[in-house]
């Protein structure tokens, strides 16, 4: 009889105390599950930086191991983490054998490496997926940099970075973009063609990175035109080739290798619309914590995260801040991994005794304090909150029949008044929140009271639409008009894909919504739709600038809800084809 492994026998008793007397505990899943993920988790590291792995010395690959490019990210005033990971099969687990490879990286003045400042080499192990996220240090503040890698006789792709100015140093401009949701059938990554070209500081990417269905599960208006290369992905093999198949396209290299990240995840880099340890549908707990366990890894190890981020127990630490000198002070935050489970069965519902009451947190009560702080003891000209999910209130119901979005702060409001409220207790008014999520273009005034047309305003909301998330879109939605008259705080809303474009200076913010008008073919010229900025005024978000495009469609027959009628159609698809598996 085979013997028990430990994790088998947590599962066991994870399962006796979550459903005693057949009721769900949900207490006892938290404390269970998190023991359960963190020796999962926990393993891995363990054996990742044991160091007992063989090292091939001499390494030789069966095809150039750089498939992946290159990529720098979590910028400071004196360092930054130069990332790669050694691929030479991508799409089957990576095609390396089961040792540790040493790699060496280096790092220069000029791109052609005659000034080269600093060498380094590290191993990059199989329990890590052969990633590499080496941290080059010393460095001079607000310069670039070029970097590289060499493993045996293969040479990387060459990389750009720079680090960011100190904190407390004066600074008079930065420029960077903002993005998310990239959906690979969805469409071609033109926008990040058009990023890689920008003269930026440095790229905000707020999650949605990869999309966790199979093939044409998930699909979208204009036509799915590119296909995942497995089923919904379940284990770490199945994120590890996912990640693969998004990072080999050149138009995401090239826009990694230009500039330095900051990245924080969402939902789909696990599943859609998870909430803590609670997924989105019928999963079991072991299943699921797996699931979530394999999903944070494989987001590690294909980011160029410091090693303050890798998974510990139950945990990824993704929250963390950094100060852009006396201009701005990131807050970049994880609104998916401590938040509660979203009231009203999730969707778009009216408000309720569930989702207003006041114990409910979408950050998690540490995440919360430690904002809080920060905002506090913040002197920079801007506050920002690069999060996921939209902030401001959003009624796209009717003023009768109010819809709002369980998943966003619309389904936590006690939540964002906790820090509403805080801001306005500081007397706040620089602040901006960067946001993903919802596959369109959003600007609306942050105010202290949403129903209250003379509140005080502290800040702007800047939403980014998508990579290619949804598909083409269109100038407007059939319900766009609606939506804006309802809610006046919200100033700009448009639906073709693209990214954010910032410039920021002590008095003004502009934010420049680069859109293409098409993503299902290559090609699409990039041009600025509109332009907003917001200056510390009282007078909210003004529009500077906006130009039309005519190679897009105009209007659709779009509504808010087709984006989640989008997913539950796709969970029907995989049902099926679960249902399909277990008679076979």
């Known amino acids: 009889m085979k013997e028990k492994q430990p994790l088998d026998e947590w599962m066991e008793k994870l399962k006796e105390v979550s459903f005693q007397e057949n009721k769900f505990n949900r207490k006892k899943f938290f404390e269970g599950a998190g023991k359960i993920a963190g020796l999962t988790l926990g393993a891995t590291i363990a054996q990742s930086m044991a160091g007992f792995q063989p090292v091939q010395a001499a390494p030789k690959f069966s095809n150039y191991p750089f498939t992946l490019g290159v990529a720098s990210g979590d910028p400071l005033s004196d360092s930054v983490i130069l990332w ?54 010393g460095l001079k503040p607000n310069t670039e940099y070029y970097y590289r890698f060499k493993s045996g006789h293969e040479l990387s792709p060459i990389g750009k970075t720079k680090t960011i100015p ?71 093999l199945d994120y590890r080739n996912r990640y693969a198949q998004y990072r080999s396209d050149a138009n995401l290299k090239a826009a990694h290798a230009a500039f330095p990240w900051i990245v924080t995840w969402d939902d789909h880099e696990v599943e859609n619309n998870y909430a803590n340890l609670i997924p989105e549908n ?17 987001y590690y190890e294909h980011m ?43 969707g778009g519902k009216p408000q309720s005794d569930e989702s207003l009451n006041p114990k409910r947190t979408l950050t998690g009560n540490k995440q919360e304090k430690w904002l809080m702080k920060n905002l506090a003891k913040s002197k920079t000209s801007w506050n920002v909150l690069a999060q996921q999910v939209f902030f401001a209130q959003q009624n796209y119901g009717t003023p009768e029949s109010p819809k709002f979005n369980m998943d966003a702060w619309d389904g936590y409001p006690a939540s964002r008044k906790r820090i509403t409220d805080f801001i306005a207790g500081q007397n706040l008014n620089n602040i901006v929140v960067l946001t993903g999520d919802v596959h369109a273009s959003w600007a609306s005034n942050l105010t202290t009271d949403y129903d209250n047309p003379d509140a005080k305003i502290f800040g702007a909301e800047f939403v980014g639409t998508s990579i290619t998330s949804g598909g083409n879109g269109a100038d407007k939605r059939a319900d766009t008009d609606t939506i804006l008259k309802q809610n006046p705080h919200i100033q700009f809303f448009n639906d073709y894909r693209g990214y954010v474009r910032c410039t920021v200076t002590p008095e003004s913010w502009q934010s420049d919504y680069r859109i293409v008008p098409f993503v299902t073919s290559p090609g699409a010229a990039v041009s600025t739709r509109a332009s907003l900025v917001y200056q510390k005024d009282q007078n909210g978000l003004l529009k500077v600038a906006s130009s039309q495009v005519p190679e897009g469609i105009q209007k659709s027959d779009e509504v808010e809800d087709d984006r989640m009628g989008a997913h539950l159609k796709a969970h029907k698809k995989q049902n099926e084809s679960r249902k399909e598996k277990v008679t076979q």
Not at 284 to 296: D, L, Q
Request: hydrophobic letters at 35%; glycine letters at 8%; proline letters at 4%.
């Open 84 to 137: 790669t990971r050694l691929a030479p099969d991508p799409l089957n687990g990576g095609g390396m054998e089961r040792k540790a490879i040493p790699v060496k990286w280096e790092l220069a003045k000029d791109e052609h490496f005659k000034k080269i400042i600093q060498r380094g080499e590290e191993l990059a192990t199989p329990e890590l997926g052969h990633s590499v996220h080496a941290e080059a240090t």
């Open 166 to 236: 100190k904190a407390g140093t004066a600074v008079s401009s930065m420029t960077f973009a903002f993005a998310s949701c990239q959906q690979y059938e969805h469409g071609y990554y033109t926008a990040f063609q058009h990023m890689a070209e920008e003269n930026l500081d440095f790229v905000i990417h707020l999650g949605d990175y990869i999309y966790e269905y199979g093939p044409n599960e998930y699909v979208s208006k204009s036509g799915n035109v590119r296909t995942h290369s497995g089923p919904e992905i379940m284990n770490l």
């Open 304 to 346: 160029p995260l410091r090693k303050t981020s890798l998974p510990n127990g139950a945990d990824m630490k993704l929250y963390r801040d950094f100060s852009y000198g006396d201009l701005a002070f990131f807050n970049v935050m994880d609104t998916r991994q401590y938040r509660d489970d979203q009231a009203n069965g999730d």
């Open 282 to 298: 019928d999963q079991s707990v072991e299943a699921f914590v797996k699931r979530r366990a394999a999903g944070y890894q494989a």
